[in-house]
């Protein structure tokens, strides 16, 4: 039967369930009181940045803000020193 109009997802083998640990930044409770300090920072100037251009929505910016700290503080590393 078509997986599309069953509304299931084929699978390949047996599955493990891997929902009882959540990856790092995954979800809200990965992050300490600092990230979630820096993501609400984050999420108000995008607002007020926004609101200061007169164009555009805030929606993108307040939703991906988590990923965007995610990115900045655990991924993104440059030396000034070395830049290349």
Known sequence: ????????????????DSRSEPAAGASPAAFS???ELA?????FLAVDAV???NSGHPGLPLGMAPAAWVLW???L??????PG
Request: hydrophobic letters at 30%.
């Open 73 to 75: 503080s655990r991924h």
């Open 77 to 82: 590393r440059h030396d000034p020193a070395d």
């Open 1 to 16: 039967m078509n997986a599309r109009l069953t509304g299931t997802v084929p699978t390949s083998g047996p599955r493990s």
């Open 51 to 53: 609101a200061a251009a």
């Open 39 to 43: 993501i609400n920072t984050l999420r």
């Open 33 to 35: 009181e600092l990230d």
